[in-house]
């Protein structure tokens, strides 16, 4: 995709504020929803048949569709995560600079296509029924993507119309996070094995036991994110969620959300397949090729001509560093053809290695991944670890259920094969890339008996396992700092003059906001726990 081209997508994308209260019916996704004919500058009619729709838009847009993909997470987390690097010599995000016309993606759209949706659903459903609470969720999943970039943000008052929307503090934002999840949950307990907006569920079909595990896992999640902040709270919440019941069962617990070119909504990350511009990092590169980790051959492409064989299924898989200049970006070890495109599970272009292609064009269906089964599992073992009940297994246990699960998913179910990998004392290599990196960490596989060790193996296959989700695997590298990432290679980030002691840990707030909601803005500062409003300042949750 080239600049003029990201230019006409900006142009085109909403780029509406929170006083936004029409009720929008851009009811693309994957299905032949029947055109609603409604003026879009006034509230619409709501009735029975429509509230499935407006559920779908709101799934839609809250697990970032395709039309926000690119600029709102793989120009970002994605990179920060260190699940690709850039290959594009203008995409100066992977070189820590955050373009603010860009990253609103991760904003607008769940004030303008989630919000309003969800809020109708509400406003014309039992608060007791099962359509009610599953909206209840997915405005959790939502905003927790939003608030996990800035921190304060719009929140209890969204949707209302006032001249000025105020900030909330993230704590707060999250203890309601809970307090939605929970109650969510005990409204849907009663109508377990019964379904609810059927095909219009676009992740689950409208199975309620599905969604019951759904939000406790997210709930989970959120209790772990803040373990290092309020481990009181963290832990009570985490042990209600398992106990309650979380995903466990990989693939039939694992969310996806469907996607189709039938609609217009392909998965964003096989959208960008066909620009070639992003490759594996030097970091994957590292850790699947030194761990000889059979996901390999899903997660990524073999490289076209590649300089660096490795034996056996792991030749021609190579990464680039995150953070090169235009001038590196250019030598011969670090050009598209010499390192690894996304997988075939998301390549669109018919890629040939060796007579052999690769690549095959039935990308637009593929599924996008939401939460997993292997996640609970990781997350899970971390608790154990912090000495929470975690449903009476060790750590060790759900670490390799961990794997397990997150192995189930991509389809290798040898147990042979899984068990290898469990045991194995494997750890990263040098992944030979254009700047001679060496290993980026010595975390071996197999169950350490060094408790700090051991928390690193969590975090790394966590990591793994997450793939490609690089919103999580960002904001799980802030909270824990555990993770080991390759320090990026150059910064054009004013602020950020040593990679090595300095990371992103935030995105400022949008500057389109200041020009529209700026007595907002400047009052949220203050919210941000005494630092300024810049990408250095963490989060509520990230004490490290």
């Known amino acids: 995709m080239n600049m003029s081209q990201i230019n006409q997508l900006l142009n085109n994308r909403l780029q509406t504020t929170l006083l936004a209260g029409a009720l929008l019916f851009s009811l693309s996704c994957t299905k032949k929803f029947t055109q609603i004919d409604t003026d879009k500058n006034s509230i619409a009619t709501v009735t029975p048949a429509t509230i499935p729709f407006l559920f779908s838009h709101a799934e839609d847009i809250a697990t970032v569709n395709q039309a926000n993909y690119q600029v709102a997470q793989n120009l970002f987390a994605d990179q920060y995560a260190q699940y690709f690097g850039c290959e594009a010599t203008y995409f100066g995000s992977d070189r820590l600079v955050i373009n603010q016309a860009w990253v609103g993606a991760n904003f607008n759209p769940y004030y303008t296509d989630v919000l309003p949706q969800i809020q109708s659903i509400w406003a014309n459903t039992d608060s007791l029924s099962a359509e009610h609470a599953m909206a209840e969720i997915v405005w959790v999943l939502a905003f927790q993507k939003a608030t996990d970039y800035w921190g304060p943000i719009p929140y209890f008052s969204a949707g209302t119309v006032a001249q000025s929307v105020p900030y909330d503090a993230q704590d707060k934002i999250y203890y309601d996070f809970f307090n939605r999840l929970d109650a969510a949950v005990a409204v849907l307990t009663p109508f377990a094995g019964t379904n609810a907006y059927g095909s219009y569920d676009l992740i689950f079909g409208g199975d309620v036991n599905?969604?019951?595990?759904?939000?406790?896992?997210?709930?989970?999640?959120?209790?772990?994110?803040?373990?290092?902040?309020?481990?009181?709270?963290?832990?009570?919440?985490?042990?209600?969620?398992?106990?309650?019941?979380?995903?466990?069962?990989?693939?039939?617990?694992?969310?996806?959300?469907?996607?189709?070119?039938?609609?217009?909504?392909?998965?964003?990350?096989?959208?960008?397949?066909?620009?070639?511009?992003?490759?594996?990092?030097?970091?994957?590169?590292?850790?699947?090729?030194?761990?000889?980790?059979?996901?390999i051959v899903d997660y990524f492409l073999p490289t076209v001509n590649s300089g660096n064989?490795?034996?056996?299924?792991?030749?021609?898989?190579?990464?680039?560093?995150?953070?090169?200049?235009?001038?590196?970006?250019?030598?011969?070890?670090?050009?598209?053809?010499?390192?690894?495109?996304?997988?075939?599970?998301?390549?669109?272009?018919?890629?040939?290695?060796?007579?052999?292609?690769?690549?095959?064009?039935?990308?637009?269906?593929?599924?996008?991944?939401?939460?997993?089964?292997?996640?609970?599992?990781?997350?899970?073992?971390?608790?154990?670890?912090?000495?929470?009940?975690?449903?009476?297994?060790?750590?060790?246990?759900?670490?390799?259920?961990?794997?397990?699960?997150?192995?189930?998913?991509?389809?290798?179910?040898?147990?042979?094969?899984?068990?290898?990998?469990?045991?194995?004392?494997?750890?990263?290599?040098?992944?030979?890339?254009?700047?001679?990196?060496?290993?980026?960490?010595?975390?071996?596989?197999?169950?350490?008996?060094?408790?700090?060790?051991?928390?690193?193996?969590?975090?790394?296959?966590?990591w793994l396992g997450l793939f490609p989700d690089g919103m999580e695997a960002w904001a799980d590298y802030r909270r824990s700092h555990v993770l080991p990432l390759y320090p990026v290679a150059n910064s054009d980030n004013p602020l950020i003059t040593n990679t090595s002691t300095q990371w992103l840990r935030r995105i400022p707030f949008l500057l389109s906001e200041k020009q529209t909601n700026g007595a907002a803005v400047t009052a949220a500062v203050p919210l941000l726990g005494g630092g300024p409003d810049n990408e250095l300042t963490p989060l509520w949750w990230d004490k490290n």
């Open 309 to 462: 064989p490795t034996p056996g299924i792991f030749a021609n898989y190579d990464g680039v560093r995150n953070g090169l200049t235009v001038a590196q970006q250019t030598l011969a070890p670090n050009l598209a053809v010499a390192n690894s495109h996304q997988g075939q599970r998301w390549a669109s272009t018919n890629v040939t290695v060796g007579g052999t292609i690769v690549g095959i064009a039935t990308y637009t269906n593929t599924p996008q991944n939401v939460i997993e089964s292997a996640e609970a599992y990781f997350l899970r073992a971390e608790g154990a670890m912090l000495g929470w009940n975690m449903g009476g297994q060790t750590p060790q246990q759900l670490y390799e259920a961990g794997i397990t699960a997150s192995m189930n998913q991509w389809g290798i179910t040898d147990a042979t094969v899984i068990s290898n990998y469990i045991s194995s004392t494997n750890t990263p290599i040098a992944p030979g890339d254009g700047l001679n990196s060496p290993a980026v960490s010595n975390v071996p596989i197999k169950w350490s008996t060094d408790p700090t060790m051991e928390m690193e193996q969590i975090m790394t296959q966590k």
């Open 210 to 295: 599905h969604w019951i595990k759904f939000a406790n896992t997210l709930r989970l999640r959120c209790a772990l994110r803040i373990s290092k902040v309020d481990p009181t709270r963290a832990q009570s919440e985490a042990e209600a969620a398992v106990a309650a019941g979380v995903m466990t069962t990989s693939p039939g617990d694992d969310a996806f959300i469907e996607r189709s070119s039938v609609g217009g909504d392909i998965n964003g990350l096989s959208t960008m397949s066909d620009w070639n511009e992003f490759r594996m990092s030097a970091t994957m590169a590292s850790v699947l090729k030194g761990y000889q980790d059979p996901r």
